[in-house]
Structure formats: C-alpha cells, structure tokens
C-alpha cells in the first residue's frame, strides 16, 4: 500500500502531503526532512527508487515539482510510476497544462482530485474521465451550495 | 482595546499571496502569526460564516509547518454541517489537520454515521474516504456494519469506496476480518472492473494480516484467472487503457492475488493464464513492463513450472539488458530472490549482473553487488572477484564499504588457493585497506602464519606494498605483523615471482619502512603493531637493534597507556641481562584459532574436507595434493587417526640437549610467545622448543581399529642425510576372520617425496601381518613435519572396507 504522497518543490516547500499510515504531527515533519534531500536534486538519469526506512520511495520529477510516493517493499515500484503519472495526468487535465502555481493556489482542488483516485492507500479508480466527472461533479455541488448561501444571506 | 471585527475575513488566495510576498523567514511568520490569531478568535464566534475558508487556510498554514491544533474542532463543526461545501472542506480538515493519535477525532464518528447514511452518493462517499484514510480501530469497530452495508450498494461509487474502507478496517481490527471475509467474493464478481479491483485489494490486505486464510481463497483462483482473461483480451478499453496495456492497475493486482492463492500447486489455467501474460504483454511501455514484473513475481512466488521460469528469468534478463535505469533495478531485486531457489537460472545472466556493478546508479550497484556475492562459487571466484576489485578503485567511500566487506567475503570462502587468497587481500587491502574489517586482517594473518610457504612471498609482498602506502590501516597492521613475524625472509631472501623479482632488503630499510607506520599522525594501533613488530626483529635482524631501540625510545613518552607500556617493556627486553630468553620469548607465534568468517557463509564450501572425503590419489600421483594441503593445513579440527606412542621412547640427541641447557638454566617447559596480534603472551606449540631433537627412531601405531592395526617403524637410516626416512609398515589382522583384497595408498604434501614396496601378500589370516617398506624424502626436513595421507581397503567376507586416516605423528623435525 502507498503510505503517503508527497509534492515537495524544487526548494524543499512542501506543496502536498496526503498520509494512509498513522504519523503524529511531528513523525510526519521528520519523515518530510528526510525525504526532502532524498529527491531533490536527484539526478534524472537514476532510477526512480529510493530505500527508506523500510520502505521504497518512489520519487520523480515533474517539471519545477518532485512527486514522492512511500510504499511498501513488496509493492511493484514500476506500477506505482504509473500511478504518480496517472495522477500527474488528472491533475493536467483539471487545471489545463497544470503548473506549480496551479497546485499552490488549488491544494485543495488537488487533495479533491488525489481523494477520488487513492484511498487507504490503494489506487481505487483507474478511468480518467469517471474521475473527471466526479470532481466537476463535486465542483457544481459546492457552487450550488454556495449560491444557497448567498441567497440565503439575501 | 479590540481591533475592529472584519466583515470579510481574508481570502485563501490572498493569504497565499501575501505569504509568498514574505521576503524572509521572519516576515513570513508574521503574517501566519496575525492570520492564525484572526482565525482562531473568528472560532470564537458559532454563528461563524467563513469557518470553512478559515479551516482552508490553516491547511495552508499547517503545510508551511505551523502548529495548526486549534483547528480540529472546527473541522467536527464543519463535517456535522449540511452545507456541501463545509462539509467538503470539514472532511478535507479532517483527513490532514488530525491523525489517529488525536482524541478529539473520535468525535466524529456519529457524524460520519449519519453521513453513510445520507441519501448523497457524493456524501457517503467522502465519509466513507475519511474512514479509509484515518479511521482509529474503535471507529473502525463502531462503522463496521454500516461499511459491510454499503459494500452493496447499487451505486458502485458507494461499492468501491466501502470495499476499500473495509481494508483499513480488517488492518485496524483483524478480528472483524470474518465481516467483511464473506463480503469478498460478491465484491470479486461485481460487474464493475473497479469494484472487483478494490475488492482484490481487500483481499490482499486480509492476507497479508492473516496469511492462513489463504487456504479459503484458493477456491477463487478460477474466478481470478478469468477476471484476468477477461482483462487482457478486452481490446477497446480506450478509458482503462495505459501505454497499450488495458488497466495495468488492475492486472497487478489480480497477477499478485494469484500468487497468493495458487496453493501447493497452480491451476493449469493459472500457469497457462501467467504465461500468455509473460509472453503477450507488450513492453514498450512502462505500464506493461509493470505487469511483466508482477507476472514474474508470482511465477517466482508460486511453485511454477521450469518452463515458466525460465521464461521470467528471461524477462528479467531483458529487463537487466535495458537502458532504463528502474527495470535494471526492479530486475536485480527480483533475481536476489530468485537466486536463493534457482542458482543456475541466474548464473547465466552473470556477466550482465558484474557489469551493473558501475551503473551510475548507487542504489543499482548495491543491489548488483549483493547479487554478485551470491553468485560467486569456487569455479568463478578469480574472475569475480578481480571485476570486483577493479570496480574498487573506481568507487566512492559510500560504496566501497560494501564492497569490501563482501570481497573479503567471498576471498575468504571460496579461495582456490592460499597464494591466490593472499594475493587477492593484499589488492584489496592495497587499494581500500582502511575499509577492510579487522577479521579480515586477523584471517589473512592466520593464513600467512598456518602457511610456511607463503610466509617468505608474503612479507616480502606486504613490505613492498608498506613502502608505496602508509595510507591504509588494513594493509600497515598486516605488513607490520608479518614483518615482525618474519623479518628474517625480508633480509636473507630474494624471490623470483611471476611478475618480477622481490629483492632481499637491508636492515636499515626495513627499519625505515617500519618508521614509516610511527609518524605522530598514525593511529595508536598502527604503532603498537610497529613496536610489536620492532621487539620481534631485534631477534631477526640483530644487526638493526640499535635503530630498534631508538624508535621504541621514542615511544616512552607516548600518552597513549598501552603504546608507552609496550616500549617501556620492549626496552627492558632489550637489555643485556634477557639475552638468554629474549630469542625463545620472540619466537614466530604458535598458530592461532582462526577467526570465523564475517558473515555465515552460504554455501558449504567452508566446510573441512573431511565432511566428504574425496577419494585419496594412488602413491606418486600428484592431482589430489591440494585436497590433502587444505586438509592437513585447515586450522579446522582434523580427525585424528588413533595414535599411540609406542613404548621405545625416542632417543633424543644428548649434544644438542645439552646446547640448550648449557647456558642458564632454563626451564624445561616451552617459552612464552608474545602474540602481536593480540599483545597477550602464549604457550607455543609443545614441539617448539625441541626442534634440535632428532629422534633416530621412532615407532607408533598410525592406525588402529577393531580389524586391523598399522605400526609405522621409522628409522634415519643415512645420518648425513637426515631428510630421508625409512619407514617399516607392518599390517596386522586383529580380527578372527580373514582379510584378503588389502591395498594401502597414500598422498603426501609437496615438500614429501615418497615411494614404497608393495606387500608381498594381500591377504592376512587371523593374527596375521604383512609388512611394507616406506622411503619418505622430506625436502623441508626441519621446517614442515611429515604428514601422510592413507587410504586403506580390504575386504572380510566379501564386504569390502574403506577406511581413511591422516598419519601426522611424526616428530616435528622428522
């Protein structure tokens, strides 16, 4: 299973942390310090699997943003690469040619989207467009909410 | 005074904003600082319309690192609201704001109940997420039935979502396994391929908590392998569809689910399913060469056909032969567990495994490196192990530690020779020595000391390697050993090798390169081996003591304890009045135990001979010395053939006994042998103060059993030539029965030459003997005792006996 999801940025800023394994608070900021040097900077020609603890982490660069996914030992390394990609590719399809500044200003929009795709730490859906068509449909759940707010407020 | 109440709090993307505008580290803090203090008096207020923008910055602030507690409660305010949006944001707080260790988190549990139950897909389903990622055990406990209910929703949004939820509760609490155990099978069988993909998860999770259930599941294989089918012969699947392979995600996780219940033995359906798999899957894509590598893990996992695996085996050799860096790595990791049932399958894809020992990859060399240790057999241990050390010199700190360790590993276990392995540590030692563990040092020294004819090669070897390099820890301790031990070689001999001459050295440089090893800067071991090695060549090399003594003056006012007790002793031992013993006292140290191996060795190579004795060679027939030279030179305890010293005591040389006590008297057990090794001072080995004695004659009983009796009687008949032996071999039947077929053969060390007259007769009635004569030539008389290796078969009532002894009671001098 996947025990957390990290976006770190190319200067160690933590742009996403999403966790399935239990850390207090302050585990979570310790493992964030180790695995921040792991994969910055890490040269693109290595392969994309990092020892840790004991588990493997599996970290990749896109553009200005580094993803890291923490799973088990036993897990297929190659898959969960897919499963980064997968993500990376909702994420471009939501935000249209996502960039870094998309997901600092929308982290919650990216949680939504991470949320719908993995959930106790397992992969849960694998179609694009249902995820697509469960995020928009979210989206227009909560502006009619807010529209009842406002005119509630009127 | 109060600040004015805001009407519109802060928005989020201006916090943002106004956060990445901070120019430093203080600024930045500010600004959370006075927005956390608004947000948590806008708390105060319960008719609060901005709580759940309030909750959404503080996930910003939190992801900065700043404490963020304040906000859990607000979050439970939010999830119990009927407002979507609060309640979105108040389940998105929940899930990152609190953990599982945070009390206030089972407050929700009512809410989350209610939720499960709305009427709102998108409701249930955010619960039911929240579940799945935080959920304590005892909310697990209290929304078990709900989620086992919801497994069957109509929706299969709901189903998915529940089935995965399930997994952290079986994690959470495993005796609830049984709930959800008959769950399984209608969630395998949905009609949505996403369900029956999180369903599989489940399942894996159940397993993997309880392995013994297992056996229930094995029923399903079928069920599975078809899902499987299904899967790969869906051609148009353009949604499910990743790198040309039809939902990789789910064909993991059914490949890996089969491993788990192929049982004691696969289906044929299973087999044939995994082979179209290994062999139709298409690898041009990463997606496909993640199922490819699931695939060869279960057929590594399950107790599959050869035929399968030598078609997974192939599949990682192509994976090994790639240019991308993660298939080179997921291969190596697969062939480490291969290699532990299937040797051979892996040894084919060496060489493509050595050459992954300088990818550029650290985390691809460590795992080539372990692998190559496990590959190294007797066969292929020169090769190995020279790839290995050229990979050495090229190779940073972080790495040759590893390195090191499983060079001098395998060195050690599978050396073909002594030479050889000596050969192979003073490289290694030469270009890492300071990485080299000490055992390894203590090995090489214990096989340069059990070793007579390496000990010349070798002092002269680690004294020339000294010289070029005082850099190496490892290498410095050994030199200074073996030249204190065998000082004498570096002055009096010149050796011709293979590859140049090493010529015989004067006192002075030897002393100098000792003083090489004493600058201030060395380590404190460096120098107490060196003082060691001084005190040992004043008896050597006696013309250098005056240098000797100079250089372990200056140690007396060392600060180290243990340097400057060495020289203050080694002084005193210098001075005119130990003249007498100070020869015996620094005699070549007694053999010592071996240390073991550093790691447990993994195959049996390491074992004495005498496990499984090879058949002894035929008199005059060379091919089976070596066995016999690792045999009788193995430190490992060596079966003893039954000895008995016959009643003629030997007859020792009255002048040289005489020598000997002529001075002061001595006392008539063996001198103390300081050990350099560990400092401590011990008996040497009974023999070694009677090497002058030479016995004219000398009877024992080689072997004895209940059948048969072999005395050795040796006689010096030349005594001008004291190297030949001849020795009477007298046979005799002590049983009541007759022995006929009787045939001795032996084999004998190098430095032996040996021939002998066969019996007159091969048979012996009871109480019978036949008698054999011996010519021994021993050409290192003096130095290596006689040594014999026998082999003796007979028959008695046609059963054939065959019975081996090695024959080493000769007198040392012998």
Excluded at chain 1, 67 to 96: P, R, S, W
Excluded at chain 2, 121 to 137: K, Y
Excluded at chain 2, 191 to 203: A, D, Q, T
């Amino acid at each position: 299973m996947i025990h957390f999801v990290l976006l770190i940025s190319r200067h160690g800023k933590i742009r996403l942390s999403k966790w399935f394994t239990t850390y207090s608070q302050k585990e979570r900021e310790a493992i964030m310090k180790e695995v921040k040097p792991m994969v910055i900077g890490r040269n693109s020609k290595l392969c994309n699997f990092l020892e840790f603890q004991e588990y493997t982490l599996v970290a990749k660069r896109y553009a200005s943003l580094y993803f890291a996914f923490c799973i088990d030992k036993d897990d297929n390394e190659l898959l969960t690469l897919d499963i980064m990609h997968f993500y990376v590719e909702l994420l471009d399809k939501y935000f249209k040619n996502v960039c870094e500044l998309d997901i600092i200003f929308n982290f919650h929009k990216a949680y939504y989207i991470l949320d719908e795709m993995i959930a106790g730490g397992y992969i849960i859906e694998t179609s694009k467009k249902q995820i697509s068509k469960y995020v928009a449909n979210q989206d227009e759940i909560m502006e009619e909410s807010k529209e009842e707010t406002t005119a509630k407020k009127k | 005074m109060q600040a004015p109440k805001k009407e519109q709090p802060t928005r989020l993307r201006d916090l943002i904003k106004a956060v990445r505008a901070c120019k430093t580290a203080a600024e930045e803090r500010a600004v959370v600082a006075q927005e956390s203090a608004e947000i948590r008096e806008s708390f105060r207020d319960e008719t609060y319309r901005f709580r759940h923008r309030s909750v959404a910055k503080l996930l910003f602030i939190q992801m900065m690192g700043y404490p963020t507690n304040f906000g859990q409660v607000e979050c439970l305010k939010l999830i119990a609201s009927s407002n979507y949006t609060e309640k979105r944001v108040g389940y998105l707080g929940l899930t990152q704001l609190l953990n599982e260790k945070d009390d206030v988190l089972m407050m929700v549990t009512n809410s989350m109940q209610i939720d499960m139950n709305s009427s709102n897909t998108q409701i249930i389903g955010m619960a039911l997420t929240a579940l799945a990622n935080i959920a304590t055990a005892e909310m697990c406990r209290d929304l078990s039935k709900d989620v086992c209910k919801l497994m069957s929703h109509n929706n299969s949004y709901i189903r998915k979502r529940a089935t995965i939820a399930g997994a952290r509760i079986v994690r959470k609490c495993p005796d609830l396994i049984e709930d959800f155990q008959g769950e399984v099978p209608k969630v395998l069988e949905d009609r949505s391929h996403v369900v029956v993909m999180n369903g599989v998860n489940l399942l894996l999770e159940i397993i993997k908590i309880q392995p013994n259930i297992k056996q229930a599941f094995v029923q399903y294989s079928g069920l599975v392998v078809r899902a499987m089918r299904n899967l790969i012969h869906t051609v148009h699947s353009p949604e499910h569809t990743i790198g040309g392979v039809t939902d990789p995600f789910l064909q993991v996780s059914l490949i890996k689910l089969m491993s788990k219940i192929a049982g004691a033995e696969p289906s044929e359906e299973m087999t044939d399913c995994l082979a179209q798999v290994a062999t139709n899957t298409e690898p041009a894509k990463n997606a496909g060469n993640a199922v490819l590598y699931e695939c060869v893990r279960t057929i590594m996992d399950i107790s599959s056909t050869s035929g399968l695996r030598v078609l997974a085996t192939n599949i990682m050799g192509r994976f090994l032969l790639n240019r991308d860096n993660n298939l080179r790595y997921v291969a190596l990791n697969s062939l480490l567990k291969l290699v532990k049932v299937d040797l051979l399958a892996v040894q084919r894809h060496k060489t493509t495994i050595i050459d992954c020992l300088k990818d550029a990859d650290i985390a691809i060399r460590k795992k080539a490196l372990e692998l190559t240790y496990c590959l190294i057999n007797e066969s292929n241990v020169k090769q190995i192990v020279k790839e290995m050390i050229d990979f050495l010199i090229a190779a940073e700190p972080e790495f040759k530690e590893a390195l090191v360790t499983k060079l001098c590993l395998a060195i050690e276990l599978h050396s073909p020779t002594k030479q050889w392995h000596f050969d192979s540590v003073l490289r290694v030692l030469t270009l890492a020595g300071s990485y080299v563990p000490e055992e390894v040092v203590a090995s090489t020294a214990h096989i340069i000391s059990s070793t007579p004819e390496l000990q010349s090669y070798a002092v002269h070897k680690l004294f020339n390697a000294l010289v070029d390099n005082t850099e190496q820890q490892g290498l410095v301790l050994l030199a200074l050993w073996s030249i204190g031990e065998f000082g004498n070689f570096l002055v009096s001999e010149t050796l011709k090798t293979s590859d140049g001459e090493l010529k015989a050295m004067t006192p002075n440089e030897i002393i100098q390169g000792v003083e090489k090893t004493m600058t201030p800067i060395a380590a404190d071991i460096c120098k107490e081996y060196a003082l060691t090695a001084l005190i040992k060549l004043s008896v050597r090399i006696p013309q250098a003591v005056q240098s000797i003594r100079r250089l372990i003056e200056q140690q007396i006012s060392a600060l180290n304890v243990e340097l400057q007790q060495r020289a203050c002793e080694y002084i005193q031992l210098l001075g005119s009045n130990w003249d007498s013993i100070r020869g015996p006292l620094l005699e070549k140290m007694p053999i010592y135990a071996k240390a073991p191996a550093v790691d447990i060795p993994t195959t049996d190579s390491s074992s004495p001979v005498l496990e499984k004795p090879k058949t002894p060679t035929q008199p005059n027939s060379a091919q089976n010395l070596l066995d016999i030279e690792t045999l009788i030179f193995d430190s490992q305890p060596i079966q003893q053939s039954q000895i008995q010293q016959s009643t003629e005591v030997p007859q020792p040389q009255f002048e040289s006994l005489l020598d000997l006590f002529s001075s002061t008297p001595q006392p008539s057990f063996p001198a103390p042998v300081l050990n350099p090794v560990t400092g401590d001072i011990s008996e040497p080995d009974k023999f070694e103060d009677f090497v002058e004695i030479t016995p004219i004659k000398h009877n024992f009983i080689a072997f004895e059993d209940e059948e048969i009796n072999v005395d050795f009687n040796c006689t010096k008949p030349e005594p001008d030539a004291l190297e030949n032996t001849q020795i009477s071999v007298i046979v005799s039947n002590k049983c009541s029965k007759d022995i006929v077929g009787f045939k001795l053969s032996a084999a004998v060390l190098k430095h032996l030459e040996f021939s002998f007259s066969s019996a007159a007769s091969t048979s012996m009635m009871p109480g019978g003997s036949i008698q054999m004569q011996m010519k021994m030539k021993n050409k290192a008389q003096g130095q290596k005792p006689i040594a014999i290796r026998m082999k003796i078969d007979y028959t008695i009532d046609s059963v054939p006996r065959s019975k081996l002894s090695t024959v080493d009671s000769f007198p040392p001098n012998y």
